[in-house]
């Protein structure tokens, strides 16, 4: 019975050193859990416009290859993989697919690991933002306390919530591959995103999606305050850098 | 991706390129429904007017709200047989139930008769079912009455626009140019000013002239055949009594179980939209008295005759045979998932089509004129967040709906080429981004 680290095919083509953060966090937790060479994607970019036939070969090629290495468990880095993994695996496979999966998040925010964590930012008081990503308020069960769980437990770091947040959030505007053929859409919605940060130092986020329409949001209309993703964030905390950096 | 495909693909993306355009159509539609949209959206979870927020309501009677559409659909049938029965016999009302569109406007233009004039609410089932088309086709004057369809009507402005205020968009200054144009008066560029000139000057001919109204329905409760129309203006109020007669079409989803439950449904309107409903008309027989000797005479003061036309057209075939827009029967119209629709929001009325903005109105275009019809009212710059499903106060699953529009437009052919590039890696290496 093997725990594996699911990176999910964006972070490990495009942000490596997130997928080190995030590998480092979760082995600092459980070091039973590892990483596998040839991770198939889970489909999530494809559930809107594959039929239900490519959609299921898919996700069996998938849970083939989860029964093949002896996987029964997952944490995943990726919002999309979290979501697809929990809500469209069990609707496809049924109980053929019996993994359990786990989100970082989640596993970060249980009272032990928090414990474990002992996060403290030795710096002056940073009041951050959190971006709810539509993968994880979403999903089922969904992430909407776990990210606010870790941030308050960190000393010095200071939680300021958006007008538009939880299940309220505003969507940056790039899911469902809309970033590769409408960016218009994030050009509008992520910006409304950063106009509602405030009072808050850097905007954090669990979804390397909505990251990648964020940041170049953020460079195009040349914003200061800085996005962040919520692994490399935990990294510099608990490195005693500045996570603003 | 096929020819027609990339046209569709083409045509969407020109409407965008406009929205850099400060004085195109598209821009200035956007920018008043930005503001809108996110007022409200924020609102929605603020103690605004209310003790409890807009989200706390829906959430208080979702789940009984959800049920009651659940079962609606499940006996369908019986509802709607159980309603004309009630209205034809307590209520006396004229009615019909025309199994297609065509047939419902056969019907309408019937009732209208030698009438060349039509006065109406907003009635959008009335555009839906294309009521308004067959009137245009057959030279027939409509008289708009809410003050945002008269603005529209006033400054010919066809395009999508939002049906709650529907020329909104529209400056003070525009109008009033306008109305000195076409009627040669000078007004100040005030709204109020507007407002005192069509109060002064409609408002007569609202009540002395109307021979026959059409609205459509909030809701009509099928226990007692009450028909539920919640309106601030107070043109609806006109309508339904200073006329001879008085047409309701209406598609037979608006048929709720009772008369509570469409009371529910009427204040529900209000408080997603946070207008003052100000006035909500139960009606339940037209105009009658029998003062003189208990002798029952209909068309006192108000409507002479009440005429409902129901019409099935798609609705029955797709609760029989569950279909996958099954859901939007539940649809009460309330427009909760355009306000909080992250397409709706970034391209206003680019993300529309002919019969209102939003992806609700897109899947009405599916329905009627089918899948090319969605992929250019921009089916693909949905996002998937499922925003519209989270606030359903009556539990459609909206988005999961536009998924399906997805997939059968790919399979013809229709999708943006990128996302083709993205479906083919992954199920080919594994990985869409090697």
Known sequence: MRKLIYLGCLSSSKYKETCENGIKIIKFLDDEYEILDKVPCCGALSYHISSDEELKNHVEFVNNWFKTNDVSKIVTICAGCYNYLTRYYKQYLGSDFNIEVKHLLQLIATPENLKKLNLKHSGKKITVNYHDACHLRNAVPPIIEEPREIINSIENIELFEMENTKINSICCGAGGGVYATFKENSDYNAKTIFNQMRKGKALLTACPFCYNALQRIREENNIQKPVIKFEDFIIKVMNQEDPLI | MSEKGKELYEEVKEKIEQLNDKDSVYSKFGDIWKLASLGKYRSFDLRYLYEDT??????????????????????????VKKCIEVMRKTNKFKVYYAKTNEEAQTIFMEELGDNKVLYKSKSLEAKDIGIIDVLM?????????????????????????????????????????????KYGIDLEEKAEAIVAYYRKNYRPELLNDVKVSLTSANAIAANDGSIIL??????????????????????????VPNVFDALIVAKLHERINNVDGAYISFISAASNTSDIQGKRVFGMYGAKEVVIIFVDDWRIKAAKENLFYKDLLKCIACKSCDYVCTASRAFGNIYASKYGIGAINIVRDYIHNGIEAAVKDGLFLCTGCENCTNWCPVGVDLAEIMKSLKKEATEKELCPPSLKEYKEKIFKDKNPFI
């Not at chain 2, 309501?57 to 659909?73: A, G, N, P, S, Y």
Request: aromatic share 8%; net charge negative.
């Open chain 2, 54 to 79: 807009s989200r706390e309501f829906v959430e208080e009677h979702k789940e009984q709200l959800t049920k009651m559409r659940e079962d609606f659909i499940e006996n369908i049938e019986e509802y």
């Open chain 2, 137 to 181: 086709k057959n030279n027939i004057e409509i008289k708009e009455t809410d003050l945002g369809d008269v603005l529209c009507q006033l400054l010919d402005y066809s395009y999508p626009s939002f049906t709650l205020g529907p020329g909104v968009q529209f400056t003070e200054k525009e109008i009033v140019a306008k109305m000195k144009e």
């Open chain 2, 230 to 255: 919640v309106e601030n203006e107070g043109n609806i109020s006109l309508l339904t009594r200073a006329t001879e007669k008085h047409i309701v079409v209406v598609g037979i989803q608006k048929i």
